[in-house]
């Protein structure tokens, strides 16, 4: 999974960083590399992570944190298709008629 999101944020470039929202007037939508499948691999990878790590330590009580990553990440993810839709229009809603969302939803 760490593969995962390492792939999403090269495709990225110059397009990721901790302000999702301000990247001047340079903007477009990065639909190249995995993005060509999944709309939010990173967040998608994050919480395969977070799954995996309750299964590696075979403890119940760590699975608080997959379903907080998850529902932080579903929330997040919301949040950047609504500002993409609205910036983009007509090219963010096509992508993502093609694109699923985690690439199976």
């Known amino acids: 999974m760490n593969y995962l999101i390492s792939w999403a944020r090269a495709c990225l470039a110059g397009f990721w960083g901790t302000d999702i929202y301000d990247y001047g007037q340079d903007n477009k939508i ?9 709309r939010h691999p990173i967040y998608l990878g994050q919480g395969l992570m977070t799954t995996g790590t309750v ?6 009580w760590l699975l608080f944190f997959p379903i907080l990553t998850i529902i932080i990440n579903i929330i997040r993810a919301i949040r950047e298709d609504l500002d ?11 992508y993502k008629a093609r694109t699923g969302f985690w690439g199976i939803l």
């Open 84 to 94: 993409l839709a609205k910036r983009f229009g007509k090219e963010f809603n096509d």
């Open 30 to 38: 990065v639909i190249k590399g995995i993005y060509k499948k999944i």
């Open 55 to 60: 299964f590696m330590f075979n403890n119940i």
